[in-house]
């Protein structure tokens, strides 16, 4: 189009000089009107594997990107992507690095970059344009980058150093370490690149000013196998001449030093706190300086006496440093650095999401225990710490307890967070004042899980200028959120999301404050409420990653991940139990990235774990007997201890047998795809031989989880299924209508009522208000965020009890994947009417865009808001409902009728858009 606006202006740019408003005026109407032939027609949110500008990846990425425009209907039908080393490079002749030309194609999505090899701190700018079905083509997108980080072992420089020798037995706990280094830059400074890790965490400055925004790095590893190191762009810190860097840190999970129920203070690895940084600094002289951590770098004790990441942090500010992290200081008093041989893992980048503060609480409420002793209720169980200003004389002390609960006198209730930490004090910070007016003070190494907080002064000339709680976790995007006429699903759907985030610090924990471990079960359960809900895919491989390093040779794998060596055994005697936590826990390392590979169609996340998944298997196939498991976990959480671990273990062993079957499917394995689904069907038959009463339709002793899930596996052969669903209906009818389960039951419970449609089922048990249920914790206990038994006697701050959302987003809102098409390149919109709601309003950005469906009542009548994003296409199901008419924007819709389980459907198809929808 351009070219053929320069050839009009050429043509009348003599002959009709006498008339220029009129053809400037119709050079502006062809212009404008060949702009709404291509729609619109942008390209938009490139990521790079699923990050945006990511700093330090490993390797060669995915690239991906999605589409706007104004009209519907719109599908990619060609691509081109430019990438080169300078965005100045980046347009058809000069891009140095790859130019697919016009590639004909509708994918968009997990493009693998195929361009020139690429080195060390190699940035890489990039964009895209791409053509519809019309064949209009798009602008290019904005220039977008990614960087290569340090991609050969000899590109490091720098050595571990730390500030005492290693131990040869139980390394010491002593006051963090300061650690600096001055220097001086000759020449104008192009750009610059901090690699770190620091054991096992860190706080690093650059001329005084804190390194980035991160909080709590790096993330907690088996330091034996993977270290992870940070990549910080910090030209804007340094200057021409004289810099320094300051580096402090604490012990973290590397010298865990309390004694705890799960034995990290006896972790293989365990050692004091070790630093490696380097700074790469090009000058734009074209010259590189390196400053890496050695001998040369000083150390110092200083304000941070102690920190223990389940005791808590103290801080005496009368040993502060000073200036210390700047140049000119003097450091004479400083010792130098001691070379280490560092921990025995290999060096990996963290690209996920950082943890981060994201945002801050003021106490709802205020009231004073006795002269020193202070109270505040955020109103809201977080995760982090309490930031404070205060003023008082110097050596005064002000102390921090953190807890969910209080006794009815008002006082802080510590016992149940404490009944795992045997050693120290429990969630306990501690500042002393150097009374020199207005300090402001917040810990650095520990995080808290609390809603209230227990302020104890030293004395009484202390005055708490402010107090607040800052929140503290894996800053993980929102991607998805729900809402509904059903007030009490809202604040469940919303104490989800404070769950989650709260227990996401580098790893899925199961609850913030007493344990901080990464139970297999807790997050396994709520993986696809994970990825409806959040910005995860990257989080979910650092934790895949970690099931790796814990695998046995044999393929056994723990119920905790990482772990020190605990949780291969379920319990602290093999004899009884010596095979752990079964499949129904462990499976995570399966079922997470089989969820991840439905909502992203990313097949390189199971190529890549795939001999893990099947040495696992082989495993299990090892200790079974008769294709039947007998070990394992019983259904956590259970009102009563009916469902036991070898029923769950040998359900799960048949779901997760199958699954790798249809993973080496997928991968063209057809010989293992063949050896897998032969032993699933041999574990099927056995299953029921085992457990199945056909002549009452009973599996197990009857209950909910048992029935719910062979129902949910599919492990039920046809003929019995529907006996099956009527004896599930049964057991939820004997309980009062209200969920009886355990996590697991419970996850497979709500999905089977899906699955089969017993809507008016479902709502009622969702919505049940008395106990034992979800409302119960909302209504009753005034719950704020999700709790780890029905009623409410331990700790209030799980997840697992999370998989209600699964109802949410793929039940009443009806977003669905479809497993023909994984990805989301085709999905389902199949909501749910048949229940008391009003209003529904869900939403999910998938990678190609927005897909929402909100839809409303209005007596018989329903309409139905959808939103499909570019470049995809959704399958609309709704209930059949006799005569009904549908009518799409104010047109009758033709529609074809399909059965499922579920009901009999009146079904079609719309390409994206935005859409109204009614049913009457």
């Not at 300090?439 to 708490?464: A, R």
């Not at 503290?472 to 006429?485: I, K, M, P």
């Amino acid at each position: 189009m351009k070219n053929l606006i320069i050839e009009i202006k050429s043509r009348f740019s003599v002959k009709n000089k006498s008339m220029p408003g009129f053809w400037s005026m119709l050079l502006i109407v062809f212009f404008f009107s060949a702009c709404t032939g291509d729609s619109n027609l942008q390209v938009v949110k490139l990521t790079a594997d699923y990050l945006t500008e990511p700093l330090g990846l490993e390797k060669a990425p995915q690239l991906s990107w999605q589409l706007q425009g104004l009209q519907k209907n719109i599908q990619q039908s060609a691509y081109q992507i430019l990438a080169a080393s300078h965005p100045d490079k980046l347009d058809d002749q000069a891009a140095d690095l790859w130019n697919t030309g016009k590639v004909n194609s509708n994918q968009s999505v997990l493009i693998p970059y195929k361009g020139k090899t690429l080195n060390s701190g190699d940035r890489v700018w990039w964009q895209v344009r791409v053509w519809d079905q019309d064949d209009n083509v798009s602008a290019y997108s904005q220039a977008t980058w990614w960087e290569m980080t340090l991609l050969k072992p000899t590109d490091w420089k720098a050595e571990w150093i730390s500030h005492v020798p290693p131990s040869d037995s139980v390394p010491p706990v002593l006051p963090s370490p300061y650690f600096r280094k001055e220097f001086s830059i000759d020449g104008k400074i192009k750009n610059a690149r901090l690699y770190i890790s620091g054991l096992g965490y860190y706080e690093a400055l650059v001329n005084g000013q804190k390194v980035g925004d991160h909080v709590l790095d790096p993330m907690l590893t088996r330091y034996d196998q993977r270290v992870k190191y940070v990549a910080f762009d910090v030209t804007s810190q340094l200057r021409e001449g004289s810099n320094a860097m300051g580096v402090v840190l604490g012990n973290g999970w590397y010298n865990q030093h309390t004694r705890t129920a799960w034995d990290f203070d006896r972790a293989p690895w365990r050692e004091s706190p070790s630093l490696m940084a380097q700074l790469v600094i090009h000058t734009e002289d074209g010259n590189q300086q390196i400053i890496a951590t050695d001998q040369s770098w000083k150390f110092s004790e200083g304000p941070i006496v102690f920190n223990g990441i389940h005791n808590g942090e103290t801080y005496d500010a009368r040993l502060e440093l000073g200036a210390w992290s700047e140049p000119g200081y003097s450091d004479e008093p400083w010792k130098n650095a001691l070379k280490i041989p560092g921990p025995s893992g290999k060096l990996s980048a963290q690209i996920m999401p950082p943890i981060r503060v994201t945002g801050h609480f003021e106490p709802a409420k205020t009231w004073q225990v006795n002269d020193s002793v202070m109270m505040y209720d955020l109103s809201q169980n977080i995760t982090g710490w309490a930031n404070i200003k205060v003023k008082g004389p110097a050596g005064s002390r002000v102390t921090i307890r953190y807890g969910e609960r209080i006794f009815e006198d008002g006082t802080l209730d510590l016992k149940e967070l404490s009944r795992f930490i045997w050693t120290g004090d429990t969630q306990t910070d501690r500042y002393i004042l150097k009374g020199a007016g207005e300090e402001s003070w917040h810990s650095v190494f520990v995080y808290h899980g609390f809603q209230y907080m227990e302020l104890t002064k030293s004395s009484p000339d202390i005055e708490i200028l402010h107090i607040q709680g800052d929140v503290v976790h894996s800053d993980l995007e929102r991607r998805g959120d729900f809402r509904s006429s059903n007030e009490m699903f809202n604040q469940i759907q919303k104490n989800i999301g404070w769950s989650f985030l709260g227990n996401y610090h580098g790893y899925p924990t199961d609850c913030p404050h007493r344990e901080k471990m990464g139970w297999t079960g807790d997050a396994m359960l709520v993986a696809e409420v994970g990825l409806f809900n959040f910005d995860i895919v990257q989080a979910y491989l650092k934790w895949l990653d970690d099931f790796v390093d814990e695998q046995q040779e044999s393929g056994d794998l723990p119920g905790i991940i990482p772990t020190s060596g605990w949780g291969y055994n379920l319990g602290r005697n093999p004899e009884i139990r010596k095979y752990g936590y079964g499949p129904q826990w462990e499976g995570a390392f399966m079922e997470i990235p089989w969820q991840m590979y439905r909502y992203t169609g990313d097949l390189t996340i199971l190529e890549r774990y795939y001999p893990y998944f099947k040495k696992y298997i082989d495993f299990l196939e090892s200790i079974s007997a008769n294709n039947l498991l007998n070990i394992g976990i019983d259904d956590h959480k259970q009102l009563v201890n009916l469902t036991m671990g070898p029923y769950l273990s040998s359900a799960h062993y048949y779901y997760f047998s199958n699954m790798l079957a249809n993973m080496a499917s997928l991968l063209g394995n057809k010989e293992d795809a063949v050896l897998y689904t032969e032993l699933a069907q041999a574990i099927k038959n056995a299953f029921n031989q085992t457990y199945y009463d056909k002549e009452k339709g009973m599996y197990d002793h009857g209950v909910q989880t048992p029935m719910a899930l062979a129902l949910h596996f599919d492990l039920v052969e046809d003929d019995q299924k529907e006996k099956v669903v009527n004896g599930l209906l049964k057991a939820i009818e004997d309980k009062g209508g209200h969920i009886d389960a355990g996590v697991v039951g419970t996850k497979a419970v709500l999905n089977v009522l899906m699955k089969y449609g017993k809507s008016e089922v479902l709502y009622a048990l969702a919505d049940k208000r008395d106990f034992p249920g979800w409302g119960y914790w909302i209504d009753v206990l005034g719950a704020n965020t999700m709790y780890q038994n029905w009623d409410g006697s331990q700790s209030l701050n799980h997840i697992m009890f999370g998989s209600i959302a699964d109802y949410f987003f793929k039940g009443l809102a009806g977003i669905e994947a479809d497993d023909e098409n994984p990805g989301f390149g085709r999905f389902i919109i199949r909501p749910d009417f048949e229940n008391e709601i009003d209003w529904v309003e869900g939403w999910y950005d998938s990678q190609y865009g927005k897909i929402a469906s909100n839809w409303k009542k209005d007596g018989n009548k329903v309409q139905l808001e959808v939103e499909i994003p570019a470049n995809t296409r959704a399958s609309i199901w709704l209930k059949s409902k006799g005569d009904a008419k549908i009518l799409v924007d104010g047109k009758a819709q033709n529609t074809s009728t399909q059965t499922i389980p579920s009901g009999v459907y009146e079904v079609f198809e719309l390409g994206s858009g935005k859409y109204t929808i009614k049913i009457q």
